[in-house]
């Protein structure tokens, strides 16, 4: 082996990067609770995965990607920064065609950083637009996935 990577190896790369990060900022933030340095590795892990999103995915992972930072600086408690990833991303998802869990995820999502923001109105909405949609999800398994991250936001 000499030299550099071909493109094809380093998108390859940077894509497995891309969903390892991702599942692993997911893991975490369906966490009962986690240490400080969990939370550090959540946003770590969340920040990553955007940024190998942005180099080999398209505008869904993009969305998908400020989801999840959305959720996770909601967790960590940065509600004003979690408020600015949520909406972005719930933005993208009202405006294009999504499946049911992604749709419930969105408002999940708002909702979470709404509650971090301190922002009572938006959450109480976005909560409840999240339960219904929730409950609604056709597959099980996309259902139970769901409910493993939205037992994290709090409901009042």
């Not at 946003?43 to 505008?59: C, E, I, P, Q």
């Not at 869904?60 to 509600?79: I, T, Y």
């Not at 301190?118 to 339960?131: K, M, N, P, T, W």
Request: glycine share 6%; proline share 4%.
């Amino acid at each position: 082996m000499s030299g550099r990577p071909s493109s094809d190896e380093i998108a390859k790369w940077q894509k497995w990067f891309a969903v390892a990060c991702n599942n692993r900022a997911w893991e975490l933030i369906e966490l009962p609770s986690r240490t400080p340095a969990e939370g550090h590795e959540l946003l770590h892990a969340a920040h990553a995965a955007a940024w190998h999103w942005a180099r080999v995915g398209t505008d869904l992972h993009a969305a998908r990607a400020q989801m999840l930072l959305g959720f996770a600086h909601a967790v960590a408690g940065d509600g004003p920064l979690a408020l600015r990833y949520a909406m972005a991303s719930f933005n993208y998802f009202n405006e294009h065609e999504a499946p049911d869990w992604e749709q419930a995820f969105a408002h999940a999502t708002l909702a979470a950083a709404a509650r971090a923001a301190g922002e009572a109105d938006l959450h109480a909405e976005h909560y409840a637009e999240a339960a219904r949609l929730g409950a609604a999800i056709a597959d099980a398994d996309d259902r139970e996935v769901f409910m493993r991250s939205f037992r994290r936001v709090p409901e009042g």
